[in-house]
């Protein structure tokens, strides 16, 4: 069954939800709460009715439901204070009022294929010297995504990877990201591998591509490289996505095991630094994807050859291994969401809770993972996209 309304179509057997043509990742939750009020479009459906059917009659508390009736909002494209398409009905519960019919099936095609399919790589330069490379794609609102490790921005675009999460962003914003230094298309000298380096690169692309007050992500290194920016110009940064992050590099968290495993990855990363047969490769999945497909294991070793020799590598290792933003995560004024995956074998869940607990504003999403890599293959990675989204969409 599809249905239409106020400019959606709900897919029932496809579990999709389009808006203007446009899929809308929502979370599981999400979407049958609204399927409920589709289905009982022009009729209240209760506060009851709504924990009997999503939550099985187990106790929730009001801030829940209130939080997911307003992801279902978003996602259509209403507000709490509009309410053209549902409405509140005080202390009972809630109507969906736009006028629905059967809906036919959606496009496909999304966005116009000549933005879906095409990205712009440009170049700036750090005040050190170092090249950089970004790209722009998508169309929207913009938002930056903090450069990390083992990037390389065509290889990305064209990777079975990477390419499903630049398009799920690219429906709905103008993404920008960068490869950096030592990596992909930037720079391959590596003249400085501080962290303050990082930022700076960070502010030059972000000054290059026009961007005054934005949303910044990072996942993995580039999340304390986002802190220490974030810390040091609050006025620039209007959202904060944290995934797969941590305050603490490795060698840092008075852990003999943990130094041990990462002295033991940096002697293989320069033996076997983009060899599909070598320990290091066993090793690699191991940490950072360990359910990973043949085909993205495969990805991942043609990205890797691309990305940096195994010199860049092994000095890039050894600076994220001891970046520390301990001191400035209360200095973070930006609302925050922190994600991390529970079993994460390169940074732990621990990270991620520390970084919740420390950054003002924030609030912390464990998915159930123990991937570090966001793989579109894993359960997880639709919830992972619809949260980012969805935290985005509340931008003021």
Avoid at 47 to 68: K, M, Y
Avoid at 79 to 96: D, E, P
Wanted: aromatic share 8%.
């Amino acid at each position: 069954m599809r249905y239409r309304f106020a400019e959606c179509i709900l897919d029932v057997k496809r579990h999709e939800l389009y808006r203007d043509g446009v899929l809308v990742p929502v979370e599981p939750q999400v979407f049958d709460i609204l399927h409920m009020l589709v289905r009982n479009a022009g009729n209240l459906v209760s506060l009851d009715d709504i924990v009997r059917e999503i939550w099985n009659g187990r106790v929730v508390s009001d801030s829940t439901i209130s939080s997911r009736i307003n992801a279902v909002r978003r996602a259509v494209g209403d507000s709490g204070t509009n309410q053209q398409v549902i409405k509140t009905i005080y202390r009972r519960g809630f109507q969906l009022i736009a006028l629905v019919s059967n809906g036919e099936q959606p496009s496909k095609a999304g966005m116009n294929p000549e933005i879906q399919n095409r990205q712009t790589v440009r170049f700036t330069t750090s005040p050190d010297g170092t090249r950089l490379a970004y790209a722009v794609s998508g169309s929207g609102p913009k938002v930056l995504r903090a450069g990390h490790f083992l990037t390389h921005l065509e290889k990305d675009w064209h990777s079975p990877i990477w390419r499903p999460y630049l398009d799920a962003f690219g429906e709905h914003h103008t993404l920008i990201r960068y490869d950096q230094r030592g990596t992909g298309l930037s720079d391959q000298k590596l003249r400085n591998t501080s962290i303050e380096a990082y930022s700076a690169d960070l502010k030059v692309v972000a000054d290059q591509a026009g961007l005054d007050r934005f949303p910044l992500i990072a996942t993995s290194q580039g999340v304390p490289i986002a802190i220490h920016f974030a810390a040091h110009h609050p006025e620039r940064v209007s959202r904060l996505i944290l995934y797969g992050g941590f305050a603490l590099g490795r060698s840092l968290r008075q852990d003999d095991l943990t130094e041990k495993e990462g002295n033991t990855l940096l002697s293989m990363i320069r033996a076997g630094w983009g060899n599909p047969e070598s320990a290091f490769m066993v090793a690699f999945t191991s940490l950072f994807c360990p359910s990973a497909t043949p085909e993205e294991i495969a990805n991942l070793v043609e990205i890797q050859l691309a990305s940096a020799t195994p010199e860049n590598v092994t000095k890039i290792r050894i600076a994220i291994d001891h970046f520390s933003v301990i001191d400035y995560l209360d200095q973070v004024q930006a609302q925050t969401l922190v994600i991390h995956a529970r079993n994460d074998s390169l940074h732990p869940v621990s990270q991620g809770q520390l970084l919740a607990s420390r950054i003002r504003n924030s609030e912390f999403l464990q998915v159930e993972s123990n991937n570090h890599i966001i793989l579109p293959s894993d359960p997880v990675f639709q919830e992972i996209v619809a949260a980012k989204l969805e935290f985005l969409a509340g931008e003021d």
